[in-house]
T-cell receptor, first 114, second 111 residues
Framework: DGGITQSPKYLFRKEGQNVTLSCEQNLNHDAMYWYRQDPGQGLRLIYYSQIVNDFQKGDIAEGYSVSREKKESFPLTVTSAQKNPTAFYLC?????????????FGPGTRLTVL | QKEVEQNSGPLSVPEGAIASLNCTYSDRGSQSFFWYRQYSGKSPELIMSIYSNGDKEDGRFTAQLNKASQYVSLLIRDSQPSDSATYLCAVTRNYGQNFVFGPGTRLSVLP
């Protein structure tokens, strides 16, 4: 089945720890995105990548880092510099980075800081 | 002014009625517009995309776009309790490189 997978589904982190969220897609999409969603809020863009080995900061990149070494993978690291990381994290992909390309979402990872 | 604005709701409609969801955006250069549905605790799923002024229909859903007024709407006919969810409006920006999402409107369809 084609789609986007995210792991883990739930993640608990102690303060001061870095954690990495996984996002994999087998849709052969060029572009991938990371969003953060807080309760009752819309989605805010963290980072996006339109092609392998290239990525750009979104609106709330501080405290996060990404890599795009393979077309199908776009992991997100939440660093200890992110002061309020508890949120629902969503990964998405689209065929290209063009404006007409629909973004499709993975199931999400819910991160809680203890 | 926020880039994309939506009424937060909740919007309550009786079963079988028409639900009307509205979205306004600030970037006149935006070219593509999307409606997503998100059930509680789940990820967003695409309902419709629209790129040209006018109406676009898909089953019980109709998207309406007016670029001059910077306004896009979603009508849901014959609303069902299963339509109860949060509806997110997304608009392209930065010459189409990425999206910006509105805060979402929570819809409740009452049996």
């Amino acid at each position: 089945d084609g789609g986007i997978t995210q792991s883990p589904k739930y993640l608990f982190r102690k303060e001061g720890q870095n954690v990495t969220l996984s996002c994999e897609q087998n849709l052969n999409h060029d572009a991938m995105y990371w969003y953060r969603q807080d309760p009752g809020q819309g989605l805010r863009l963290i980072y996006y990548s339109q092609i392998v080995n290239d990525f750009q900061k979104g609106d709330i990149a501080e405290g996060y880092s990404v890599s795009r070494e393979k077309k199908e993978s776009f992991p997100l690291t939440v660093t200890s510099a992110q002061k309020n990381p508890t949120a629902f994290y969503l990964c998405a992909s689209s065929q290209g980075g063009g404006g007409t390309d629909t973004q499709y979402f993975g199931p999400g990872t819910r991160l809680t800081v203890l | 002014q926020k880039e994309v604005e939506q009424n937060s709701g909740p919007l309550s409609v009786p079963e079988g009625a028409i639900a009307s969801l509205n979205c306004t955006y600030s970037d006149r250069g935006s070219q593509s517009f999307f409606w997503y549905r998100q059930y509680s605790g789940k990820s967003p799923e695409l309902i419709m995309s629209i790129y040209s002024n006018g109406d676009k229909e898909d089953g019980r859903f109709t998207a309406q776009l007016n670029k001059a007024s910077q306004y896009v709407s979603l009508l849901i006919r014959d609303s069902q309790p299963s339509d109860s969810a949060t509806y997110l409006c997304a608009v392209t920006r930065n010459y189409g490189q990425n999206f910006v999402f509105g805060p979402g409107t929570r819809l409740s369809v009452l049996p």
